[in-house]
């Protein structure tokens, strides 16, 4: 049926459950149009003037007491159904899910971080296991944003300065895609992450390869190289020298980098910093004002890790 309509398949059991409101929506409108739109083609052709037939004319008629009880009625229990139906199932929707991971969720212009009830933290990328109900915790730093999982056919607003919350219990493997719904500014449509559904298995793998790698003391270009990979960046920077939504990072290091006001500036230490913690206060010419603040995302230390693995990109 998903692929009747061009939807995405469900990844949990409330997806299936919305669709079938859907559904139910769609065969009431579809019987009224058949009865109505058959009806319509029955009369005018039951009823059309054939040749040489006198002009005949059309009754009178000021009430009908039964038909306008039926028409009232009848649709009206029908939109009260179709009420009841979808309130139950988004009612199990916003039912808080007993023993749900608490994830936190901070959006902001244009990255989501997650941060794990270990006090882990990851920009654009939730790992999440099966069968393990989630409690997404939101709130914004700026704008209103709206985290959307369309496989799992959940939306919620996020705002700034309150919390919102939304669950989730991820049935089967596999990587959703996170969309931003809510428009927030010109890099809104470069908002996106994904979940990462896991079985028990991958998940304590991965589980086990993090804590690993926050505790091995990683020599400062390897651990920039992974913050870099955990951060987003790579969804608007290459390595390799080709541009993509930003610049590429490659030999950024020590070179002149024109502006769009004109100047130019050496990409030294400090502009590498701005670049991440003030990334509007100089864009680089040709590019949009699009880059996100990683201030408070990543640390002193994170940048300064960011910086040397960037001076290896020769
Ligand atoms: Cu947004």
């Avoid at 039951?46 to 008629?61: L, V």
Wanted: hydrophobic share 40%; with cysteine; glycine share 10%.
């Amino acid at each position: 049926m998903n692929q009747l309509f061009d939807i995405p398949g469900a990844a949990s059991k409330i997806s299936g459950e919305v669709d079938s409101v859907f559904l139910y929506i769609l065969l009431v409108g579809l019987f009224f149009f058949v009865v109505t739109q058959g009806a319509l083609i029955y009369f005018a052709l039951r009823y059309r003037k054939k040749k040489g037939e006198p002009e005949r004319e059309t009754p009178y008629i000021t009430s009908n007491r039964a038909l306008e009880t039926i028409w009232i009625v009848i649709p009206s229990i029908l939109v009260l159904s179709i009420f009841y139906y979808g309130y139950t199932v988004y009612m199990k929707m916003q039912a808080p899910m007993p023993g749900a991971q608490e994830i936190g969720v901070v959006a902001k212009q244009w990255l989501w971080e997650f941060t794990y009830p270990d006090g882990r933290k990851a920009v654009n990328e939730l790992h999440v296991q099966t069968g393990k109900p989630v409690g997404l915790s939101m709130t914004s730093e700026d704008v209103i944003h709206s985290l959307y999982l369309p496989d799992f056919r959940i939306k919620q607003d996020i705002l700034p300065g309150r919390y919102t919350k939304m669950y989730l219990l991820p049935d089967r493997p596999g990587e959703y895609q996170i969309f931003c719904a809510e428009y927030c500014g010109q890099g809104h449509s470069l908002m996106l992450g994904k979940l990462i559904v896991m079985d028990a298995h991958e998940y304590a793998e991965w589980s086990g390869r993090q804590a690993g790698e926050s505790q091995a003391a990683m020599p400062p270009a390897r651990r920039g190289e992974e913050l870099v990979k955990n951060s987003g960046c790579l969804g608007c920077h290459t390595t390799d020298g080709s541009p993509r939504v930003g610049p590429s990072l490659k030999g950024l290091f020590g070179r002149r980098v024109e502006l769009s006001d004109g100047s130019s500036v050496t990409a030294d230490e400090d502009y590498l910093k701005e670049s991440m913690t003030d990334p509007g206060a100089k864009v680089v010419k040709g590019y949009a004002n699009v880059m996100p603040t990683f201030k408070g995302t990543l640390s002193d230390a994170d940048i300064t890790d960011i910086i040397s693995y960037m001076k290896t990109l020769k």
